[in-house]
């Protein structure tokens, strides 16, 4: 079974940098399409990023240039890099297994995605 954990959220500056981790067990991360998606308080989640079993990448336009999504399967590690971060760039950021990765965030997640518990990015402003 496919069991996904976030880590590295915390407080940040804007303008700042901050590294999320997402550790895979359960599964042969190899063969698995990966992404993050993001929550806001009172918003629909939306998906940052994927990337594929060949590290093929997509992003949402709003983070295009600013964030690095990255892979390695020897570790069953996902990370989001994220640098010039921005106040709307607070929410609770989800490390999803087992996507459908394809250029729009609107196909990514599906019924047999699993989700992890997310890790808070937050701000002084």
């Known amino acids: 079974q496919l069991h996904v954990v976030e880590s590295g959220g915390g407080l940040v500056q804007p303008g700042g940098s901050m590294r999320l981790t997402c550790t895979a067990s359960?599964?042969?991360?190899?063969?698995?399409?990966m992404a993050w998606f993001r929550q806001a308080p009172g918003k629909e989640p939306e998906g940052v990023s994927c990337i594929n079993s060949l590290a093929g990448t997509h992003y949402v336009d709003s983070v295009k240039g600013r964030f690095a999504i990255s892979r390695n399967n020897r570790e069953a590690t996902v990370y989001l890099q994220m640098t010039k971060l921005k106040p709307e760039n607070k929410s609770v950021y989800y490390c999803?297994?087992?996507?459908?990765?394809?250029?729009?965030?609107?196909?990514?997640?599906?019924?047999?995605?699993?989700w992890g518990q997310g890790t808070r990015v937050t701000g002084s402003t």
């Open positions: 999803v297994g087992n996507v459908e990765c394809m250029a729009s965030p609107r196909y990514w997640n599906n019924q047999d995605a699993s």
């Open positions: 359960g599964f042969t991360l190899d063969y698995y399409a």
